[in-house]
């Protein structure tokens, strides 16, 4: 099962729009995954297989967990392509 975390400054504002699109696209696609919200200064990103965050937020973090960067939190499409190629590396 794939576990990834979305993460915005307070937990509660766009890493929530992430979380919804990121659950969206795991469903579109069929993949068993969960999803969960955090803010910034409590995630522990080294607990999930991605991270899905903002462009600014990913430079604040320090972990091996693949990070999938946002500049745009309304293109759902581009968070699409980054969520299936950490699938297709999963199971490479």
């Given at each position: 099962?794939?576990?990834?975390?979305?993460?915005?400054?307070?937990?509660?504002?766009?890493s929530v729009?992430?979380?919804?699109?990121?659950?969206?696209?795991?469903?579109?696609?069929?993949?068993?995954?969960?999803?969960?919200?955090?803010d910034?200064?409590?995630?522990?990103?080294?607990?999930?297989?991605?991270?899905?965050?903002?462009?600014?937020?990913?430079?604040?973090?320090?972990?091996?967990?693949?990070?999938?960067?946002?500049?745009?939190l309304?293109?759902?499409?581009?968070?699409?392509?980054?969520?299936?190629?950490?699938?297709?590396?999963?199971q490479?």
């Open positions: 099962m794939l576990k990834l975390v979305t993460v915005c400054g307070a937990g509660v504002g766009s729009m992430e979380k919804m699109f990121a659950e969206e696209i795991l469903a579109d696609h069929h993949i068993d995954g969960t999803v969960e919200a955090a910034i200064s409590s995630v522990a990103p080294d607990l999930y297989d991605g991270v899905i965050t903002t462009s600014d937020f990913a430079s604040l973090l320090h972990t091996t967990t693949p990070i999938i960067r946002l500049d745009n309304l293109d759902k499409d581009a968070m699409e392509k980054q969520i299936m190629a950490l699938v297709k590396g999963a490479a």
